[in-house]
């Protein structure tokens, strides 16, 4: 690595994390809006700094809402990326108060004018944007390989109940932060940076730089983000990424519903009715099956997968228009198969589900 790169790296790293010490630049937008004025679409985008991420509906193909990444740049400019195919989908402009005009891109390359605006704080729940991001040299010298930390949390803006507020930071700090200290985001997204730093030199202070150079890069991305928010109801996504060395890194998407008019987690059961649960099983290993090509009638094991079975994991989210089943990296199957994201519409459903309640709450 040239002294020129990193200088330049390095730089890049600090204007970054001038951006992010704004409070203006980190928010949460829930945007509707329509592709041609035609096709109504909505979004749930978290704005770090430069940085975007969050998940973009589509109401006219009622499928799962597609993951999305990307940037913010001066003027408003923003492009974001379809993180499952990694092709771009929209290149915009986005105003001070979060309106978003410029061109969607479907798989083709087509591109169509859209429109989205920020809904109303009223309609859904609205939250704050916490977020910290570093790079530190393993060494004193110029060409030192370097780890990069980047970590974000949200909390609900004015929560109207402190109670449910208390429910809600406990819960989402013990199951994807790993916290049990209900301390402010900032204080803990900062303990957490300073301790993989500190294994960051621990494990590779004796190990010869320029030989294992490619393997001493590490790498620490925890995002949380909001897949569905309407009714009281929010879905979350905690991408957890990391690269210690080796040929690879791994990455875990979880998931969390979150009922805030009840001020607790949503769990499987709440929606599912749990003597169908055989169904339900049958039902995520067809479109498993559809999803990746595979006969219906052919062992699973045939394929990569451990067991010709699949089972109903607690990983999902509910959605407008149905259920994201998520099974990371060496539940179902190893690192050649990868995660499987699985998706079920309601109407797929309809023999499982409990209508009332939470589902009702949707399809209203």
């Known amino acids: 690595m040239t002294n020129n790169f990193r200088i330049t790296a390095v730089f890049s790293v600090l204007m970054f994390l001038i951006a992010l010490q704004s409070l203006g630049q980190n928010r949460y937008l829930h945007l509707r809006g329509s592709i041609e004025s035609e096709e109504k679409v909505s979004a749930d985008l978290v704005i770090a700094g ?81 977020a910290v991001s570093s790079m530190q040299s ?21 929560p109207q109940n402190k109670s449910v507020h208390e429910n809600f930071m406990t819960l989402i700090y013990k199951e994807f932060y790993k916290s049990s200290d209900i301390t402010d985001p900032m204080v803990m997204l900062k303990s957490h940076e300073n301790i993989f730093f500190e294994q960051y030199r621990m494990s590779n202070t004796d190990i010869n730089t320029k030989e294992n150079y490619q393997f001493l890069n590490w790498e620490k991305r ?43 987690k949503v769990s499987i059961y709440d929606i599912i009715q749990k003597e169908k649960e055989a169904e339900l099983k049958n039902l995520i290993r067809a479109e498993l099956c559809r999803k990746l090509n595979i006969d219906p009638s052919d062992l699973l094991t045939n394929h990569g997968f451990f067991d010709n079975d699949v089972y109903v994991t607690t990983n999902f989210t509910l959605t407008y228009y149905g259920i994201v089943f998520q099974y990371n990296t060496y539940e179902l199957a190893g690192q050649e198969t990868g995660p499987v994201s699985v998706f079920l519409s309601f109407d797929n459903l309809k023999e499982v589900i409990i209508r009332e309640g939470i589902i009702e709450r949707i399809l209203e």
């Open 222 to 264: 925890r995002i949380l983000s909001i897949v569905f928010n309407e009714s009281d109801l929010v879905g979350f996504n905690f991408r957890d990424y990391t690269y210690t060395g080796g040929t690879s890194g791994l990455e875990i998407n979880k998931y969390l519903v979150f009922d805030f008019s009840k001020g607790s």
């Open 138 to 158: 393993l060494v004193e010298t110029p060409d030192s390989p370097i780890a990069v930390f980047e970590s974000s949390v949200l909390s609900p803006s004015n």
């Open 50 to 130: 430069e940085k975007v991420y969050g998940f973009i509906q589509n109401h006219f193909t009622r499928e799962a809402p597609v993951g999305v990444s990307g940037s913010l740049l001066e003027g408003g400019i923003i492009n974001l990326i379809d993180k499952t195919t990694d092709n771009e989908l929209i290149a915009a402009t986005m105003t001070e108060n979060g309106l978003i005009t410029g061109k969607w891109k479907n798989n083709s390359g087509e591109e169509r004018p859209f429109e989205m605006a920020v809904v109303n704080a009223d309609e859904n729940v609205q939250f704050n944007v916490s």
